[in-house]
């Protein structure tokens, strides 16, 4: 990552806006565990969060795009200017790049305690190695759940879209909803699940602002 010559940040080409909010929130999370494992833990989530969105970049500027990324709080995002149409397949290759570059390079990550990011036993062992399989693989594989705002939210709007036209959109928006709150109050009814359903609310919070846009 370099500085342009405005004083942006770049990678790759890419320009790169980090908010404070993403700052505050890696910040929170060494935070909560002040030591070896939880420093790693931000620093994984911080370069993982960069990896996944150039993920994104990259297939968008094959695809003749040009892509800027943005990083917040607990998300990041990548825009696009398409120079030309891009096809359903296109887009879902789109959509796919970023958790397929998290999970890929997570993976690579953990080969030094583990051969393969199932081995659940031997990565276990290793707080750091728990770190990084955590910010990588886990959180690239979760980004594949077909719910919106997630990446396999918008791959199942654009596999839906030849039959739905302009309203897949919403119509995953809707079903991701109504599949959140259910999640919401089983977890709520789980102990061992309970923790899920902050994550579950900051996930229904922007679906519900994703229909109310949309109308």
Do not use: K
């Not at 070896?36 to 003749?64: C, D, K, W, Y």
């Not at 690239?140 to 036209?165: E, F």
């Not at 959140?180 to 089983?186: H, K, N, Q, S, V």
């Amino acid at each position: 990552m370099v500085a342009t010559a405005e004083g942006r940040l770049a990678l790759f080409g890419f320009p790169v806006r980090a908010t404070s909010g993403f700052w505050f929130f890696l910040l929170i999370v060494f935070g909560l565990d002040p030591g070896p494992e939880g420093l790693v833990l931000a620093i994984s989530l911080a370069v993982f969060t960069m990896v996944h969105e150039l993920g994104h970049a990259l297939v968008a500027r094959r695809l003749g795009a040009e892509a800027s990324i943005s990083l917040g709080f607990m998300v990041g995002y990548t825009s696009f200017q398409p120079g030309r149409p891009i096809s359903t397949p296109g887009r879902m290759a789109l959509s796919a790049a970023g958790p397929a570059t998290h999970i890929a390079v997570g993976w690579i990550c953990l080969l030094p305690w583990a051969a393969h990011p199932l081995d659940v036993d031997a990565i276990s062992a290793s707080g750091i190695a728990t770190a990084v399989w955590w910010a990588g693989v886990v959180i690239g594989a979760a980004n594949l759940i077909p719910l919106w705002p997630l990446d396999g939210g918008h791959l199942l709007s654009h596999a839906v879209g030849p039959l739905l036209g302009p309203a897949a959109v919403r119509a995953v928006i809707g079903l991701s909803a109504m599949l959140t709150t259910a999640g919401i109050i089983w977890a709520a009814r789980s102990p061992e699940w309970r923790s899920l359903v902050v994550v579950g609310a900051l996930l229904l919070w922007s679906q519900v602002s994703a229909l109310q846009f949309s109308r």
